[in-house]
């Protein structure tokens, strides 16, 4: 399957997006292999520095560098797919300034929607930043009628297990980026997060 052909965006209403850099995962997947998504926060403004880009995109790199961290021996993102996680956005296209809109993140987040109910056998779910958490809980309240993770910093509510059905969600911060080797105490703190994920999918 590949989630480009089941899910998309028909008519970018969106205004504070870059739709030129709309992009959802074209690369060929088993959805029921699939155990745990990773959601980070836009697609960012160059396809070639996508997770599923060839060469040595931006999101691969410092997302394996991520996992590796975590204790994890892997070098490229395909090594992580055949483990069973799938890489995505919360938000399809790029940005266009520092900040997303909260109306386009909850207009794309029926995308994301559409992208997880195709993913029947998921144990983890991450998200990688406030984005990704906003979008998120835009999809449960729609879902169950309230959010899955609750308003306040992500540093003080991280540690707590928060779940969706039987499904455990990880509140983190962003790993796809530059800013992943900028801010050091976020990467600790994504190493913990991603350690403890890897411990319930028994990797």
């Not at 590949?2 to 959802?24: L, Q, T």
């Not at 909850?106 to 929607?113: G, H």
């Not at 992208?115 to 998200?127: G, K, R």
């Not at 309230?146 to 910093?153: L, N």
Request: overall charge positive.
């Amino acid at each position: 399957m590949k989630v480009s052909e089941k899910v998309s965006c028909k008519d970018f209403p969106c205004i504070d997006i870059a739709k030129g850099a709309y992009i959802v995962p074209n690369i060929e997947v088993d959805p029921t292999k699939v155990r745990a998504i990773i959601i980070s926060e836009a697609a960012p403004s160059s396809s070639s520095d996508y997770y599923y880009a060839k060469g040595d995109p931006l999101f691969e790199k410092t997302t394996v560098q991520a996992f590796q961290d975590a204790g994890l021996n892997t070098k490229k993102i395909v090594d992580l797919i055949d483990r069973g996680f799938y890489f995505t956005t919360a938000v399809k296209c790029g940005k266009t300034g520092y900040a997303i809109g909260a109306d386009t993140v909850k207009t794309c987040s029926k995308l994301l929607e559409e992208e997880l109910n195709l993913l029947p056998n998921l144990s983890v779910i991450m998200l990688m930043g406030d984005v990704a958490i906003k979008a998120f809980n835009e999809v449960a309240r729609r879902k169950t009628g309230k959010r899955v993770i609750p308003a306040s910093s992500t540093y003080k509510i991280r540690k707590t297990p928060y779940y969706y059905g039987h499904i455990r969600v990880f509140p983190s911060y962003l790993q796809a980026g530059p800013s992943f080797f900028i801010e050091k105490s976020k990467r600790k703190m994504i190493t913990e997060d991603l350690r403890e994920a890897l411990n319930i999918l028994g990797i």
